[in-house]
T-cell receptor, first 112, second 113 residues
Framework: SQELEQSPQSLIVQEGKNLTINCTSS?????LYWYKQKYGEGLIFLMM?????EEKSHEKITAKLDEKKQQSSLHITASQPSHAGIYLC????????????FGTGTRLQVFP | DTEVTQTPKHLVMGMTNKKSLKCEQH?????MYWYKQKAKKPPELMFV???????INESVPSRFSPECPNSSLLNLHLHALQPEDSALYLC????????????FGQGTRLTVV
């Protein structure tokens, strides 16, 4: 079965700093999603990547899917306290089903 | 309307109780999901319904029983739960068939005593 490993597990940065979160898949990714979650709440969709080499941006967050489609990175520029939360990458099962699985998660804290 | 609504927000139940979690979406999505999330862990897929039919059951114990009465509603019936079943239960929906984002509800915080 497909597994998604995220690194780092947790990150503490000072406001204004840039940071990168990585997501590595054990199999080829057919659809890669990035979500953000505040503690105890639902997941908020950030971006979806499908094609190898694809890059998307939303406000100060940029996500890329590598050419081989087995790794994705999420980059935050000039981090703010509002960026704090848990970032989760998700992937389609790749077996023509509606299965959606998640990575191990990265907990981000941003201090002033 | 891009909302997935879950009720109740919080639930405390005894090990002999029977309760149900409810989820509703009005986006015309054909796939609906139940996830279980323990503290500091990612969501774990439990069930997927496609076109109101159960398509994926991730070997979930029978004390959890899903139901999809119609294309907008998804229930999770709970019976004889254990304290280790205490978790955040998340519902989601999507257009399905890969490469479409899923929308999540705010979750139900379940405590089994």
């Amino acid at each position: 079965s497909q597994e998604l490993e995220q690194s780092p597990q947790s990150l503490i940065v000072q406001e204004g700093k840039n940071l990168t979160i990585n997501c590595t898949s054990s199999k080829t990714l057919y659809g890669l999603y990035w979500y953000k979650q505040k503690y105890g709440e639902g997941l908020i969709f950030l971006m979806m990547l499908q094609k190898g080499g694809e890059e998307k941006s939303h406000e100060k967050i940029t996500a890329k899917l590598d050419e081989k489609k087995q790794q994705s990175s999420l980059h935050i520029t000039a981090s703010q306290p509002s960026h704090a939360g848990i970032y989760l990458c998700g992937a389609d099962g790749g077996d023509n089903t509606d299965k959606l699985i998640f990575g191990t998660g990265t907990r981000l804290q941003v201090f002033p | 309307d891009t909302e997935v609504t879950q009720t109740p927000k919080h639930l405390v139940m005894g090990m002999t109780n029977k309760k149900s979690l409810k989820c509703e979406q009005h986006m015309g999505h054909r796939a609906m999901y139940w996830y279980k999330q323990k503290a500091k862990k990612p969501p774990e897929l439990m069930f997927v319904y496609s076109y109101e039919k159960l398509s994926i059951n991730e070997s979930v114990p029978s004390r959890f029983s899903p139901e999809c009465p119609n294309s907008s509603l998804l229930n999770l019936h709970l019976h004889a739960l254990q304290p280790e079943d205490s978790a955040l239960y998340l519902c989601a929906s999507s257009q399905g068939r890969m490469n479409t984002e899923a929308f999540f509800g705010q979750g139900t915080r379940l405590t089994v005593v």
